[in-house]
């Protein structure tokens, strides 16, 4: 998929959204959404999506969504850095398939790093185990 289309109100960040799939949520208002990756590049690694925005990508975004998505993952990186003690945190967002963009609803990813621990592939790593992912999405949330 290139940078230009149509946005696709099924993808499954919009599932989420609307409540039609599950995900493990480690928080959300009426704006933004901060949830666990299912296929985490690292322990920890997490999601922010705008609730309201039907941008595909960072070229698409409203300024103002925009703002308090990016408000939302300082908020989250905080939270993680202070939860899980990473020795350091890698923040990205793709633009466009070949930049690696797997899910065209505009996203951030929030991916600690620990020394000497490999880094997995984008989406590529194998689905997580999802009481495990509870327990670290506990962990953030209570650093909030």
Sequence with gaps: MSLDGRYDADNIFAKLIRGEI???K???DDKVLAFMDVFPQSPGHALVISKLSQAR???EVEP???ADLIAATQKLTKAVV???KPDGVVVT???GAPAGQTIFHLHFHVIPRYEGAALGRHGEGGMADVEELK???AKISAAL
């Design 93 to 95: 967002q793709f633009n």
């Design 26 to 28: 480690v928080f959300e």
């Design 57 to 59: 990508n960072l070229l």
């Design 82 to 84: 202070s939860a899980l």
């Design 22 to 24: 599950p995900s493990v």
């Design 64 to 66: 103002q969504v925009l």
């Design 135 to 137: 327990v670290l999405a």
